[in-house]
């Protein structure tokens, strides 16, 4: 996800995006921890997405 297609989100949207990542971030983590988890990079970019979606949520207020 990149900081352009989300400044173009309108602040509804941000908002749920970011609840979606992080009950992801969730999943990943119940995942990794009962060692299911195929991509643990994927928790990263996960963490990296919902840093990307707060600041942008920041800027607009």
């Known amino acids: 996800m990149k900081a352009n297609e989300l400044r173009e989100m309108q602040t509804a949207e ?3 995006k970011l609840v979606d990542l992080k009950a992801e971030l969730f999943n990943l983590r119940f995942q990794h921890a009962i060692n299911q988890l195929e991509n643990p990079g994927r928790i990263d970019a996960v963490k990296k997405d919902i840093a990307r979606v707060m600041t ?5 207020q």
Request: hydrophobic fraction near 50%.
């Open 56 to 60: 942008v949520l920041a800027e607009k």
């Open 14 to 16: 941000l908002t749920s």
